[in-house]
């Protein structure tokens, strides 16, 4: 088993999940990050005063799937959350060594 972390753009995130759902992935933790790497950052004006914005708004995706589905997931991900301009993110893969469902005490590929 594996854990994907994706790092989006947030108006690409309907997109993604629409995409996650028709491949089958069983579900995923989404949460609202700033951060900023090669993109570092921008300026804004705000009612005539200009600042600087440190961490840009992103998303962060959390997916753990079997290994057989790992790659088409990463592989949606590349397609469906790619603009082609910088700050388009980044895919992290995470070895799991076990999953545990609460309710009923399932483990391994069947708690996915």
Same mark, same amino acid.
């Given at each position: 088993?594996?854990?994907?972390?994706?790092?989006?753009?947030?108006?690409?995130?309907? *997109?993604?999940? *629409?995409?996650?759902?028709?491949? @089958?992935? !069983? =579900?995923? $933790? +989404?949460?609202?990050?700033? %951060?900023?790497?090669? !993109?570092? %950052?921008?300026?804004?004006?705000?009612? %005539?005063?200009?600042? *600087?914005?440190?961490?840009?708004?992103?998303?962060?995706?959390?997916?753990?799937?079997?290994?057989?589905?790992? !790659?088409?997931? +990463?592989? $949606?991900?590349?397609?469906?959350?790619? $603009? =082609?301009? +910088? %700050?388009?993110?980044?895919?992290?893969? +995470?070895?799991?060594?076990?999953?545990? @469902?609460?309710? $009923?005490?399932?483990?391994?590929?069947?708690?996915?």
């Amino acid at each position: 088993m594996k854990k994907i972390e994706a790092i989006i753009k947030p108006f690409k995130l309907d *997109e993604v999940k *629409e995409a996650m759902h028709e491949i @089958r992935v !069983q =579900g995923m $933790t +989404i949460s609202e990050v700033k %951060g900023f790497g090669r !993109q570092k %950052g921008h300026t804004e004006i705000y009612r %005539g005063a200009e600042y *600087e914005v440190d961490f840009i708004p992103k998303v962060k995706l959390e997916i753990v799937v079997d290994d057989d589905m790992v !790659q088409r997931v +990463i592989d $949606t991900l590349l397609t469906t959350a790619k $603009t =082609g301009k +910088i %700050g388009d993110g980044k895919i992290f893969l +995470i070895p799991i060594e076990e999953v545990y @469902r609460i309710r $009923t005490g399932e483990h391994g590929k069947e708690a996915i």
